[in-house]
């Protein structure tokens, strides 16, 4: 089972995304206010993005094809308070709710896990420290 952790800090507008264990590692700038954070084993283990609502503004998306060596994005509506992470190429999909609000979509063929929805996504990050998401899957890099 992987777990995925969600930070949002609304008044610093600072976004912080780690995949698996949490690991305190170095973080290498990407630049434009994107960063990767390492593991010990020098892997990709999240993503933090300092300026993530004015980013998500002007772009309506942010790709990372760095991290974890995949093809990932994120893509936010403000006016409907909703996080999207899209994990590769989109694909015909089924949505499941793991938790309230929270949703997965897997590819209807292999069973892969193709993207993380989250509802109300400040409203949840302000009454919490983080989002905590177990997914029924691992997520291979």
Known sequence: MTRIYFYY??????????????????????????????DEKESA???????????????????LPFLMNSDISISYDEEGDFLEIFLGKNTKCIATEIEPGIFIRKDEKSNELKSIEI???????KNLEDIKINLPMEIVS
């Open 45 to 63: 283990v999240g993503i933090n993005i300092v300026g993530f609502i004015s980013k998500i503004k002007k772009q309506k998306e942010i790709r």
């Open 9 to 38: 800090d609304e008044e610093g507008d600072y976004l912080e995304i780690n995949i698996g264990k949490y690991s305190n590692g170095p973080l290498d700038d990407l630049g434009n206010g994107i960063f990767e954070r390492i």
């Open 119 to 125: 509802l109300n996504f400040k409203k949840i990050t």
